[in-house]
């Protein structure tokens, strides 16, 4: 059983869940759910003071402190742990899962695509961040050049060999290693709130930062300023949004409860320590999280820095391959070739095409920026953006699905949108200083979702146009009966009502049909994980053919031979592997005049589609049971 069938059950249990259970899904959760928020002390307050040139002063100290922690008691506490946590997709969370369930919650077309749009750049986002969080490691090893100057020309190669060594180790898997990454968190957080608490029984009256007036002090004293400051408060809450997107992995109770006992009062801690650093000597601006540590113990936090910056990286690589899977399962990406690394979690996949790109560009990142202060302009932009589209997907949950009163829902829209629109104001203005990258990025990935989505819209249109209608093919064959043949013909469609070009090839050719002949078509369920008693659904028709609908949710595995095994079992269908043999299509795309889409995007698709994988292997079909039929189609 996975590790999300396993949590799926507890969360079904609520509070009958064991705790001792519920404890090692917390301990797993502060390991993989956290690495990126719990990594954000490293470079928050040195971006705040040292680069954005904010005067070390009591007032300024104190306000921004209430910042932090007003951002993330609003942002992380009570807009994704109290309230977005909630929109759960049969366990599932995350920018799909929201999506999936706000498009069920409207009826018009127009807005189910304008839904659509959202949750797609939202998905494309990821990508983005997904470029940027493997950077904290370039924040890690920077402590070295705090504990020894001379250290500093090695800081950037270092970096590149540690990045290199965790893409690479991604075709190993992370089962290995992975029990190691909630002690290893656990012992960070710890390790954040010590120092914090160090400092804060010397300067006690850091605790006034909980005060929101000092934040508000801080706005009408630097207006514009201040304002814009906000665009690096917003690195003290990236990672938040992780919370939801790995609560199917967890879920709720473990990583609420890792929050609001662990992470929060160890970071915000810390922070408090920070600030209290800075006041008693602002000399420590150029790096206030390292000088918080005694001098002996500066190489020690800079491994375990650096592991913590690892395993933050890990979360989001794993979490751009399984969202690689889900827009795949969903439509939105070409059949990819993924390899599992663990026989036991199903969530545990490589990507090696998506892996070697995201490598490619975080180098690319780290050789052009050279230092984190740099590459601080890059953060917050495709977080925001992101934070904002899952709040505009809740209000729509809220309102339509939870049957909250107009004014409710329009509260929770407008509280937390005038938050994420200040965030995102504040950091439009470092999109020239190199907040463009995650943006181009993203924009790209979107392109590409859009395109494979709307190309395949196109194509399923035109094939549907030019198939012939079942019914209509099935009285043909009283009249002109071809002739039949021993064994088992499975073909693949994705219209349940035409006739498979391949079926009308193999005819025109072969002058043979199987004396049992299946047309089975693929769904993909807007849900995570189809229970096998729904898995295949299976109508006998005359002259020995069936028509078979098999069912997956955007986080199963497709195996049609497995799906097929099952309906032998239940005495529905009788299916040897060795008495079958399936009927695929090859189709080949010309270009065509009628208005689709643009040239530039036919030529995508048409790129996307040919080095897309092959039906046969995506579905887990033996290559030697398959049958391919070419055939070309105009869109």
């Given amino acids: 059983t996975s590790m999300s069938q396993q949590v799926s059950h507890s969360a079904g249990q609520g509070g009958h869940a064991s705790d001792s259970r519920v404890a090692a899904l917390t301990l797993a959760a502060i390991g993989v759910v956290y690495g990126d928020i719990g990594t ?37 506490s009570l807009k994704y742990v109290v309230f977005i946590m909630r929109a759960d997709n049969r366990g599932e969370g ?65 970096t590149i060999v540690v990045l290199v060594g965790l893409f690479w180790m991604q075709s190993k898997g992370t089962a290995s290693v992975g029990a190691l990454f909630g002690p290893v968190m656990v012992l960070w957080f710890l390790t954040l709130g010590g120092l914090g608490v160090a400092q804060l029984l010397a300067h006690p ?15 009408i004293e630097h207006r514009l300023h201040g304002f814009l400051t906000l665009g690096s408060v917003v690195l003290a809450v990236t990672g938040g949004e992780a919370l939801y997107a790995d609560m199917g992995h967890f879920g709720r109770q473990p990583i609420k409860r890792a929050w609001f006992g662990l992470v929060l009062p160890c970071i915000f801690l810390n922070y408090l320590g920070q600030g209290a650093l800075l006041l008693s000597d602002p000399s420590t601006v150029r790096n206030p999280f390292y000088l918080l540590a005694p001098e002996w113990a500066l190489y020690p936090m800079v491994a375990l820095s650096t592991m913590a910056s690892i395993i933050a990286s890990q979360a989001v690589i794993s979490g751009a391959f399984s969202l690689t899977r889900q827009a795949t399962q ?22 090696p095409g998506v892996n070697w790109v995201l490598l490619l560009a975080v180098i690319a990142l780290v050789l052009g920026f050279r230092s984190s202060s740099n590459l601080a302009s890059a953060y917050g932009i495709a977080v925001t953006f992101t934070m904002m589209i899952d709040t505009v997907l809740a209000f729509v949950v809220v309102q339509h699905l939870w049957s909250w009163s107009r004014w409710k829902s329009a509260a929770f829209l407008v509280g937390f949108l005038i938050i994420d629109l200040s965030f995102v104001s504040a950091c439009a203005v470092k999109i020239l200083d190199g907040g463009w990258f995650p943006l181009v990025l993203g924009a790209c990935v979107f392109t590409l979702l859009a395109t494979w989505k709307r190309g395949r819209g196109l194509l399923s249109e035109r094939t549907r146009m030019e198939t012939m209608p079942l019914d209509l093919f099935l009285q043909s064959l009283q009249h002109a009966p071809p002739h039949r043949v021993e064994g088992l013909g499975v073909f693949m469609t994705s219209n349940p009502d035409g006739v498979p070009r391949s079926l009308l090839h193999n005819l025109l050719h072969n002058k043979v049909l199987h004396d049992r002949v299946v047309l ?15 898995r295949i659904e299976i109508e006998q028709m005359d002259y020995g053919f069936y028509r078979a609908i098999v069912r997956y949710g ?3 595995e497709p195996d049609i031979p497995e799906a097929l095994k099952m309906l032998n079992e239940s005495g529905r269908l009788h299916f040897r592997m060795m008495e079958t043999t399936f009927f695929l299509g090859r189709e080949r795309l010309v270009p065509h005049v009628k208005p689709g889409m643009a040239m ?17 292997d995506f579905f887990k079909i033996p290559a030697n049971r398959v049958v391919e039929f070419g055939t070309q189609v105009e869109i």
């Fill in 40 to 76: 954000s002390p490293l470079y928050t307050m040195k971006e705040i003071f040292g680069s954005h040139g904010v005067p070390v002063t009591h007032d300024n100290v104190l306000g921004i402190l209430s910042l932090v922690f007003w951002s993330l008691m609003l942002i992380v």
């Fill in 94 to 158: 995350g920018i799909m899962a929201l999506t999936a369930l706000a498009q069920r919650a409207v009826k018009s077309p127009r807005q189910m695509m304008i839904l659509t749009v959202l949750g797609m750049f939202g998905a494309a986002l990821f990508y983005g961040d997904g470029v940027i969080t493997p950077m904290t490691v370039l924040s890690a090893v920077e402590g070295l050049e705090v504990a020894t100057p001379a250290l500093k020309p090695f800081v950037v190669p270092i």
């Fill in 205 to 219: 009256s850091i605790l006034a930062a909980v005060n929101p007036w000092y934040g508000l002090e801080f706005f």
């Fill in 330 to 351: 969903l439509g939105y990406c070409p059949r990819i070739a993924y390899v599992h690394t663990s026989a036991k979690e199903i969530g545990q996949i490589y990507v």
């Fill in 520 to 534: 089975l078509t693929v769904q993909t369920e807007d849900v995570p994980l189809v229970p096998d008693i729904d």
């Fill in 554 to 556: 955007f986080k199963d």
């Fill in 600 to 616: 530039w995007r036919e030529r995508l698709f048409f790129f996307m589609f040919r080095n897309a994988s092959s039906a046969a």
